[in-house]
């Protein structure tokens, strides 16, 4: 039998905004995103990191990552909040979703 917070279930990570790796996760998965957008030519506009807001994982064939991130548009003050899934697998990290919050 599993016990609670084992494989497959959600987590909420605490005191995410001072928590570095949560932050630097989220700094990843902005830049996975930009540099996607960049390579595609895709005319939407690219988004600066400003804080991750909330944090969850999950035990996988790794940890995966839900996060809150508030970011800022075209160098503007127009703050934009995504939702975004990062997989992490020893070394390696893995944007899979990137999406406005609803």
Not at 45 to 67: H, N, R, W
């Amino acid at each position: 039998m599993l016990k609670p917070n084992e494989a497959g279930e959600k987590t909420e990570i605490a005191n995410v905004k001072m928590n570095k790796e949560v932050q630097d996760l989220g700094r990843f998965a902005v830049d996975e995103r930009n540099r996607n957008v960049k390579e595609k030519a895709f005319a939407r506009p690219i988004v600066a990191f400003v804080q991750v807001l909330e944090a969850q994982k999950q035990e996988v064939s790794g940890t995966k990552y839900y996060l809150k991130i508030a970011t800022n548009q075209n160098e503007a003050r127009d703050s934009v909040i995504y939702d975004s899934v990062v997989v992490v697998k020893g070394s390696s990290k893995e944007l899979q979703i990137f999406t406005v919050s609803q």
